[in-house]
């Protein structure tokens, strides 16, 4: 475990790096924009923090979140080993994958991130709950589509059965989830096609970030297993 642990922290470091410069060059512009807007509308607030401290703020925030990443994504690794085919590149990348999609995908679909300006405010903690719910809810989906593959495969169906039988138990709930859980009943006080973009650029930046952390994770513990290997030839 300490290994994947480490190469964990590794690929958490680099992929919140790579998401941070996404963040100050792409996401923060817009978010610029979309402040202005709030502030010319007469419904800006006093913040608590300067532009550029909000800035690095957002910065070494999005660096931890990598970390954070990194370390869940090498211990999901490092416990599916046994269980998944393949190498450790491909699980690394499958569990990048899977989690980009249940954690932050589906969700979007049903709570998209929102700039300043979008959403009453008095309103913020609900919307977080929701949120968090639907993510628990989109987790549990997961895990028991999951489940039913390995019970169908175990049970003499064929590999593509047992899967597409998954994936529609999981497409199945979370549709349900969806349309039971109350809209996030946001208020947009900026142009359409500013708020999208946002959104799309936030979801580029986790979905950068997941991909940038699968790659480096798996890169380097197939680097590790390879680097054993060639010491016990040489030994031999």
């Not at 100050?24 to 512009?29: F, K």
């Not at 249940?102 to 008095?122: E, H, I, M, S, T």
């Not at 039913?148 to 998954?166: K, M, Q, W």
């Not at 497409?171 to 208020?187: D, E, M, S």
């Amino acid at each position: 475990m300490g290994k994947y642990l480490r190469e964990g922290l590794v690929a958490g470091v680099v992929a919140g790096f790579v998401a941070a410069v996404y963040l100050a060059t792409v996401v923060q512009p817009i978010l610029g924009e979309a402040i202005a807007l709030e502030e010319r509308s007469g419904h800006g607030h006093e913040p608590l923090f300067t532009r550029l401290g909000q800035q690095i703020g957002g910065a070494i925030g999005t660096l931890f979140y990598g970390v954070l990443v990194g370390l869940i994504l090498g211990v999901v690794v490092a416990l599916t080993r046994h269980r998944l085919l393949g190498d450790d590149r491909q699980r690394a990348m499958r569990g990048a994958t899977a989690s980009f999609v249940c954690v932050l995908l589906v969700p979007f679909l049903k709570y998209p991130g929102n700039p300043p300006g979008v959403g009453d405010p008095a309103t913020v903690s609900r919307r977080a709950g929701l949120y968090l719910v639907f993510v628990a809810l989109s987790i549990i989906s997961a895990w028991s589509a999951w489940r039913l593959a390995r019970t169908l495969r175990a049970r003499g169906r064929s590999r593509e059965v047992a899967n597409l039988a998954g994936v529609a138990c999981y497409i199945a709930a979370v549709a349900l989830a969806a349309l039971v859980l109350p809209g996030a009943g946001n208020q947009v006080g900026l142009p359409v096609e500013l708020v999208w973009r946002f959104r799309i650029a936030s979801l580029g930046g986790s979905a950068l970030l997941m991909a940038v952390a699968g790659v480096v994770l798996g890169a380097r513990l197939v680097s590790d297993q390879s680097a054993v290997v060639t010491e016990v030839d040489v030994h031999a």
